[in-house]
Nanobody, 124 residues
């Protein structure tokens, strides 16, 4: 059974950077598109970034475009989210998930096998 574990979160000042990792175990994620979502306090979980199975296609939420970069290393069974120029509004728990084939890239109901999340806190 596929399990995802997010890591790399922490406390950072505004303008700083973090690199999140999503490590998969149980089976390979190489055939699957993957995505990052986040849930800020008091808000719904929202789309952040998407990457196709081979990394050839990426999609970003407008709020993170130009600051965040999603990537993957299928040999390591891991997906990454490089976050630069962080803002206080990026504070949230970040989750990765497997995109189900034939579903939308940005819709939460198109994903499954969520990890437990990693907390990112950006101070002003």
């Amino acid at each position: 059974q596929l399990q995802l574990v997010e890591s790399g979160g922490g406390l950072v000042q505004a303008g700083g950077s973090l690199r999140l990792s999503c490590a998969a175990s149980g089976r390979t994620i190489s055939p699957y598109a993957m995505g990052w979502f986040r849930r800020a306090p008091g808000k719904e979980r929202e789309f952040v970034a998407y990457i196709s199975w081979n990394g050839g296609t990426t999609t970003y939420a407008d709020s993170v475009k130009g600051r965040f970069t999603i990537s993957r290393d299928n040999a390591k069974n891991t997906v990454y989210l490089q976050m630069n120029s962080l803002k206080p509004e990026d504070t949230a728990v970040y989750y990765c998930g497997v995109n189900r084939a034939g579903t939308g890239r940005t819709q939460i109901n198109g994903y499954e096998s969520w990890g437990q999340g990693t907390q990112v806190t950006v101070s002003s």
